[in-house]
């Protein structure tokens, strides 16, 4: 399995990114996803994930009402959308799929996620 993530970039504070995780060599529609974020210095945080069915999410405290994530099962994608963007918000972003197919919960430990992508860079400026 391959996640390709897109959509990074250089943002004024206030600003939005939408952020795509594409994935191939599986179907992602039995398992769930999340965004991970990774800031320079800084341990690798949880930023929200989503249910295989779509039909619960999960978000860090510090993105709540600001980021929202979303999957198109059929496009075998997932997103992030990033708005009211921070300079905090600046890191490396990583998708990732869970180890575990239809999971009734979606879990916020990268341990129990088994695949990532390569990351893409989120840059907001003050």
């Known amino acids: 399995v391959q996640l390709q993530a897109s959509g990074g970039g250089l943002v004024q504070a206030g600003g939005s990114l939408r952020l795509s995780c594409v994935a191939s060599?599986?179907?992602?529609?039995?398992?769930?996803m999340a965004w991970f974020r990774q800031a320079p210095g800084k341990d690798r945080e949880f930023v929200a994930g989503?249910?295989?069915?779509?039909?619960?999410?999960s978000y860090a405290d510090s993105v709540k009402g600001r980021f929202t994530i979303s999957r198109d099962n059929a496009k075998n994608t997932v997103y992030l959308q990033m708005n009211s963007l921070k300079p905090e918000d600046t890191a490396v972003y990583y998708c990732a799929g869970d180890s575990v197919p239809r999971r009734t919960v979606v879990v916020t430990s990268g341990g129990e996620y088994d695949y990532w992508g390569q990351g893409t860079q989120v840059t907001v400026s003050s």
């Open positions: 060599g599986r179907a992602i529609s039995t398992y769930a």
């Open positions: 989503i249910k295989w069915s779509g039909t619960a999410t």
